[in-house]
């Protein structure tokens, strides 16, 4: 099966400007999620979604950025604008259903450089 | 609460063995444990649910100590492909489906 994808795979942007991500999850994948992952750290959750409404974005700066699913397949990340410290890896990931129980898969991410 | 792996690097010859460890301060439901290469995306490893109950994957397994909220990944007879930053993720009791990674142990397998 088609894994996780993801585009773009690099952007180089100055700081103040707006950048946008997108995810295709896994075929028949109910749930997705974005991660910042900055150099030399583990993965931190942005946001979950279940199908196309919002689990958890307790940990997005709302100030700055956005996500989107609609129709609950694709989805979108939008930092408008940017800072230097967002700059960093972006993953997406989705799962089978929200759960403990079930793996998530990854995809390639996207690397961001604020400058 | 971000769980905490140790140890941060460990070096180890082709055929070592190996042990990383991840805790956590809160009471935990799962820990999973990803794999990730440099510059590619991380790759699920293995679950393990509260229960204390162990598994494996190649010559990798993992146990899961629920009273001391601790989990072990043991590579055993490593090899090169084993080389790459091992995450573990926790959910905890009080955060249903939220994963908590830790910050990585890097692993490098030489020959």
């Known amino acids: 099966e088609a894994g996780v994808a993801q585009s773009p795979r690099y952007k180089i942007i100055e700081k103040r400007q707006s950048v946008a991500f997108w995810c295709n999850p896994i075929s028949g994948h109910a749930t997705l999620y974005w991660y910042q992952q900055i150099l030399g750290q583990g993965p931190k959750l942005l946001i979950q979604f279940q199908n196309n409404g919002v689990v958890d974005d307790s940990q997005l700066p709302k100030d700055r950025f956005s996500a989107e699913r609609l129709k609950g397949v694709d989805s979108t990340l939008k930092i408008q604008p940017a800072k230097l410290e967002d700059s960093a890896v972006y993953l997406c990931a989705s799962s089978l259903i929200a759960g403990d129980d079930y793996e998530q898969y990854f995809g390639p991410g996207t690397r961001l450089t604020v400058t | 609460q971000q769980p905490v792996q140790s140890p941060q690097a460990v070096i180890l010859r082709e055929g070592e063995d190996a042990v990383i460890n991840c805790s956590s301060s809160k009471a935990l439901y799962s820990v999973h444990w990803y794999r990730q290469k440099h510059g590619e995306a991380p790759v699920f490893l293995m679950i393990l649910l509260k229960g204390g109950e162990q598994k494996g994957h190649e010559k990798i397994s993992a146990s899961f100590n629920e009273k001391k909220q601790q989990s072990s990944l043991y590579l055993t007879a490593s090899q090169l492909s084993y080389s790459g930053t091992y995450f573990c993720?926790?959910?905890?009791?009080?955060?249903?489906?939220?994963?908590?990674f830790g910050a990585g142990t890097q692993v490098v397998v030489t020959p």
């Open positions: 993720g926790t959910v905890s009791t009080d955060s249903w489906g939220k994963l908590q």
